[in-house]
């Protein structure tokens, strides 16, 4: 559903209404050629009013289920409200052959008068109430959309942080392997080294004793 499609035609009903919602009562005050005209214009102004709210039906086809059945209702109530224009189009009908005698009561033409103003505030508070309760429920369908949005984004971050904190606790393993095998290395080293000490002494032992026997050897053959 297109909903800038929707809320254009919404408009041009409301326009539509408001200009049909006067005509009834400007059809009662008329006469002749006047009225004529302004029953024509009626049912042409009704026709594309009609027109409009098959559109609307049209694009709710696609909307969400909740969305599409409140603006069902909606579509419902503005039938109903058509059909009493209609209707009250048909009495004005009537109620113009008998001006006179209405010209002779003005008590009676105001309090009807009055009446039907009031209808038509009430109705109008009514269309009001129910475009904000349309907005409100829009409002809270994109806040509910973006919490759901924040939720996921919160969810993988703490599923990222997670991932990085078993990265770092394998590296401190890895880290503390490292200094054990560290440590065991130089044990070894330090063991090759005492070694290679002890084998460099028992070798200048060695050597010293041979060139002691060789020295000995020597002296008792050529001195003695």
Not at 23 to 50: H, I, M, N
Not at 75 to 92: A, H, I, P, V, W
């Amino acid at each position: 559903m297109s909903s800038e499609e929707f809320e254009k035609l919404h408009e041009i009903y409301k326009s539509l209404f408001e200009e049909l919602k006067l005509l009834p009562e400007k059809a009662l005050r008329s006469q002749g050629e006047e009225r004529k005209r302004l029953v024509r214009t009626f049912d042409e102004r009704k026709g594309e009013a009609e027109e409009v709210l098959q559109g609307m039906d049209e694009e709710l086809r696609s909307a969400p289920s909740a969305f599409r059945n409140m603006m069902s209702t909606k579509l419902r109530m503005y039938n109903r409200d058509l059909g009493k224009l209609q209707r009250d189009m048909k009495t004005s009908d009537s109620g113009s052959s008998s001006q006179a005698g209405v010209g002779s009561h003005p008590g009676i033409y105001s309090s009807e008068n009055q009446q039907s103003t009031q209808v038509q505030s009430q109705r109008a508070l009514l269309l009001q109430g129910t475009d904000s309760l349309t907005n409100a429920s829009q409002s809270i369908e994109r806040t509910l959309r973006i919490a759901a949005e924040t939720d996921q984004v919160g969810t993988d971050i703490i599923e990222e942080l997670g991932g990085q904190r078993e990265q770092l606790d394998r590296a401190r393993n890895t880290l503390v392997n490292t200094g054990e095998n560290l440590s065991k290395s130089r044990k070894v080293l330090r063991a090759i080294s005492r070694r290679l000490m002890t084998n460099k002494l028992l070798l200048g032992v060695i050597i010293i004793m041979e060139l002691a026997i060789l020295a000995a050897a020597v002296y008792l053959k050529f001195f003695r």
